[in-house]
C-alpha cells in the first residue's frame, strides 16, 4: 500500500538534501589557465569569479588586447571545469535519496 507519510518524509529528506549540496557549491572551487599559464583564473561552484592572477610580464600597455583575451579564455574554461565539478557534486550528495532514472539530470536545475 502506498504511504503517503513516508513518500512526504523522503521528498523532505531530499529538498534537505540538495539544499545543503547547494550551498556547499560555494566551497567548491576551480583554477584554470590560459597563455600557458600567463591568466589564471579561479571560480567557485556557485560559478562566482573568485580571483585573477596576471603574471607580471604580460602587464604593458602594447599587451592589452592580448590580456584581455587570455582573462576571458582561461573564466570561461574555469566555468567549464566548476560546471562538471558542480554537477558531480550534486550528484554525489543525492545519490542515496534521489532515484537513477536515466536521462534525468539535477545537474540542469542549478544553472
Do not use: R, Y
Not at 513518500?7 to 560555494?26: F, G, H, P, V, W
Not at 584554470?32 to 562566482?48: H, I, R
Amino acid at each position: 500500500m502506498f504511504d503517503m507519510m513516508k513518500m512526504m518524509s523522503q521528498i523532505k529528506k531530499a529538498q534537505e538534501s540538495m539544499k545543503n549540496a547547494q550551498e556547499e557549491l560555494k566551497g567548491i572551487t576551480e583554477t584554470s589557465e590560459s597563455g600557458a599559464g600567463l591568466v589564471k583564473a579561479t571560480v567557485n561552484g556557485k560559478k562566482e569569479v573568485i580571483s585573477i592572477e596576471i603574471n607580471q610580464s604580460i602587464l604593458n600597455e602594447k599587451d592589452k588586447e592580448i590580456t584581455q583575451d587570455l582573462i576571458v579564455a582561461a573564466i570561461n574554461k574555469a566555468l567549464k571545469d566548476i560546471d562538471i565539478k558542480s554537477k558531480e557534486h550534486i550528484k554525489n550528495k543525492t545519490k542515496d535519496i534521489m532515484p537513477n532514472i536515466p536521462g534525468f539530470d539535477l545537474g540542469k536545475m542549478f544553472k
